[in-house]
């Protein structure tokens, strides 16, 4: 079973910057992708970045192109979210999740292949 703690959310102005990280439990952290969902209030669950086994792959939502980067460390067992030139529309729960991949560069983007999750950490934009 893999347990994934989220941290670093909290409040910013818009156009800040926020890094949130997420620590899994298990040791075979490398063989899961990793990716970050988020959900806003009366909203749905969705997609913002995901990140190969290896590190090499990367995808993100239209939404957040150009101003979120994933990335991971697989030493520490840790997924990282750096957030910058925040929007209030990027207030939600973010959580991470780890899910197999069909190989060590590619990944699902549905979030029903994604069957480990974190309790989440707020991010809250103020305008």
């Known amino acids: 079973q893999v347990q994934l703690v989220e941290s670093g959310g909290g409040s910013v102005q818009a156009g800040g910057s926020l890094r949130v990280s997420c620590t899994a439990s298990e040791r075979i952290f490398s063989t899961y992708a990793m990716g970050w969902f988020r959900q806003a209030s009366g909203k749905e669950r969705v997609l913002v970045a995901i990140i190969s086994q290896t590190g090499g792959t990367t995808y993100y939502a239209d939404s957040v192109k150009g101003r979120f980067t994933i990335s991971r460390d697989n030493v520490k067992n840790t997924v990282y979210l750096q957030m910058v030139r925040l929007k209030p529309e990027d207030t939600a729960v973010y959580y991470c999740?780890?899910?197999?991949?069909?190989?060590?560069?590619?990944?699902?983007?549905?979030?029903?292949?994604?069957?480990?999750w974190g309790q989440g950490t707020q991010v809250t934009v103020s305008s």
């Open positions: 999740a780890a899910g197999s991949a069909p190989s060590s560069a590619s990944f699902y983007l549905s979030t029903s292949q994604y069957p480990y």
